[in-house]
C-alpha cells in the first residue's frame, strides 16, 4: 500500500512512548517516515487509529498441529511424557490436506491476536511409518500456504529428528519424523530450500516463506551429527534443557550438559537460538550469554507442561537476547506470553519489575525478530535494542485498545501488563489489514476455520 496511518500512541525504536505518530507506508508495505506530534485532522494524516499501536508480534516457537490438544490433556493430571503420548496420537493423523486446514486457522488466530511472524518448528516431515510422500516436501508445502493464505510471514525450521532418545531407534509414533542420517536430513533440507525458492519466493521485506534449521533436541540429534548444522544457512534453533531427565539421559551419555555439548560442536553461536533452556547450569548460562545467543521462552507452555521457571534474567544479564514463543498454544495471547516471563521471575525472585514493560515489549518483538533472522537483524545482545517503529522496516503493526474493561487507565506502555488479545483492534502485515476486532479480513471468523479443521481428527471422544 501507499499510504499513512495515524495511531493516538505508538512504541517507536529504539524504545519509548509517543502520541499522535503518523506512519507513511510505501507500495512494498514498507515504513518511510514516522511523525510524531502529528494533527490528526490533516488531510494527509489517513486513518486514524485509536489505542497503542506496536510493531507486529513475533512468535519464535511454533508448533501449530499441537493446538489440536489445547483443553484435552488436563483430565488426569499426568505429567510432560504423558503428555507427549497424546501429542504423538494427534501427529499419527496429518496429512497434508488436514494439515493445511489446521495450520491456517492456527495462523489465523496468531494473526488476530496480534503476531505478525512466526517460527515454525517442524518435523512431521513423511507419512506415518517413515516412508516419504509423493511429493517429498507436501507437509512443508501446507504450512507454507497456510502462512500465506492466513498473512503471518512463516521462517520454517527444518527440524532433524534422527533417534527417539539418545542411542535408542525411532518408536512407531516417530517414524514419519526421521530422515534416517544426517546426510538423509541434510539432503532433504537441500531440496526443501530449493521447492520454497521456487514455489514460495520471500519479499526481500515485505513477507514470505523463509527457511531455518532445527535441531530437535540432543535426545533425537547424535553428538557426531551436530556439527553438521554449523555449514548450514540462516537461523538454527533447538529445545534445549527442557526437562531435568533430558539433562540427566545427555550426562550419563556423554558426560556433560546439553548446552555444553553443543558448544563442543561449533553450534553455540549469536545464530543460535535456544528454546525453554528452562534447567541450566551456570556454566550453561555463561556459554549462552557469552555467544549472544537468542532465548526463546515460551512461558503458557512451560507453565501448561509443569516444565518449571527458567533463568531469563540471568541469561540476559549475561548477554543472551531474550525472545518469546507460544510452543503449543495452549492460548494464542502475544501478552499473555510477555506477562508470563516477568510473572516467573517474580515467582521465583520473589521481586517486582525483573523485566521492565519497555524490555517486555523488546522479547515479544525485536527478541523474536533477531531469532528468526527477519528484518535487520544487527541488534546489540541485550533484551531492549531496536524495539519499536522503525523506518526502513515493514509495516508490521499491532494496535491494543486503551478503554477496554482491561486496559482503561493503563499508563503508556504498561498497558502491556493489562491488556490480552481480546485487546487487539487492529493488525497490518506490511501495512495491509489482516485483522481487525478479532476476525480475519479475508478468511473470516476464527471459529469457523477450525470448525472445519477439527472434522478431519478422531479424538477418540
Not at 30 to 41: C, K, L, M, R, V
Not at 218 to 235: D, I, Q
Not at 289 to 303: K, L, N, Y
Not at 304 to 327: E, K, M, N, T
Amino acid at each position: 500500500m501507499t499510504g499513512s496511518l495515524h495511531f493516538e500512541t505508538a512504541w517507536l525504536a529504539p524504545g519509548r512512548y509517543a502520541r499522535d505518530v503518523r506512519v507513511s507506508i510505501d507500495d512494498d508495505g514498507i515504513i518511510t517516515a514516522i511523525e510524531e506530534g502529528a494533527d490528526p485532522a490533516a488531510p494527509e494524516a489517513g486513518d486514524r487509529l485509536a489505542g497503542f499501536a506496536i510493531p507486529g508480534a513475533v512468535n519464535a516457537h511454533s508448533h501449530a498441529f499441537h493446538r489440536l490438544l489445547r483443553g484435552r490433556t488436563h483430565g488426569d493430571g499426568g505429567t510432560f511424557w504423558t503428555w507427549r503420548e497424546v501429542m504423538y496420537r494427534v501427529a499419527g493423523q496429518l496429512d497434508p490436506e488436514n494439515y493445511y486446514r489446521a495450520a491456517r486457522a492456527i495462523y489465523a488466530e496468531m494473526v488476530t491476536a496480534g503476531y505478525t511472524a512466526v517460527g515454525e518448528f517442524h518435523y512431521v516431515h513423511h507419512a506415518p511409518g517413515g516412508a516419504p510422500y509423493a511429493e517429498p516436501h507436501a507437509m512443508e508445502r501446507a504450512l507454507a500456504q497456510a502462512a500465506l493464505d492466513a498473512g503471518i510471514r512463516l521462517v520454517l525450521l527444518d527440524t532433524c529428528y534422527l533417534t527417539g532418545a539418545i542411542g535408542e531407534e525411532l518408536n512407531a509414533e516417530q517414524q514419519r519424523f526421521g530422515d534416517g542420517t544426517i546426510d538423509g536430513y541434510l539432503q532433504r533440507h537441500t531440496g526443501l530450500a530449493e521447492m520454497l525458492a521456487a514455489d514460495f519466493p520471500a519479499h526481500a521485506t515485505a513477507g514470505g516463506v523463509t527457511l531455518g534449521a532445527a535441531i530437535h533436541s540432543v535426545r533425537a540429534v547424535p553428538a557426531a551429527a551436530l556439527p553438521a548444522f554449523t555449514a548450514l544457512e540462516g537461523p538454527l534453533h533447538v529445545h534445549l534443557s527442557e526437562q531435568p531427565a533430558e539433562n540427566d539421559a545427555c550426562r550419563k551419555a556423554y558426560g556433560t550438559t546439553p548446552t555444553q555439548l553443543l558448544a563442543d560442536a561449533g553450534v553455540v553461536t549469536d545464530r543460535l537460538s535456544a528454546v525453554h533452556a528452562t534447567h541450566l547450569t551456570d556454566e550453561d548460562i555463561e556459554l549462552l550469554g557469552d555467544a549472544a545467543s537468542t532465548i526463546v521462552m515460551c512461558p503458557t507452555t512451560e507453565a501448561d507442561l509443569a516444565d518449571g521457571i527458567g533463568p531469563a534474567r540471568a541469561l540476559a544479564d549475561a548477554g543472551a537476547v531474550i525472545s518469546l514463543g507460544s510452543d503449543q498454544h495452549v492460548t494464542l495471547d502475544p501478552l499473555l506470553e510477555l506477562r508470563g516471563l516477568e510473572a516467573g521471575e517474580r515467582l521465583g525472585s520473589g521481586q517486582r519489575g525483573r523485566f521492565s514493560p519497555a524490555e517486555l515489549l523488546a522479547a515479544l518483538t525485536s527478541g523474536g525478530s533477531r531469532s528468526l533472522h527477519l528484518g535487520d537483524t544487527n541488534a546489540e545482545p541485550a533484551i531492549a535494542s531496536g524495539a519499536g517503529l522503525t523506518v526502513g522496516q515493514p509495516a508490521d503493526i499491532a494496535v491494543i485498545a486503551a478503554d477496554t474493561p482491561r486496559t482503561y487507565g493503563s499508563k503508556g506502555e504498561q498497558i502491556m501488563l493489562a491488556g490480552t488479545a481480546a485487546d487487539v483492534t487492529h493488525v497490518y502485515s506490511a501495512g495491509r489489514l489482516v485483522a481487525a476486532n478479532g476476525v480475519h479480513t479475508s478468511l473470516g471468523p476464527v471459529g469457523e476455520l477450525y470448525r472445519e479443521a477439527y472434522r478431519a481428527f478422531d479424538f477418540g471422544d
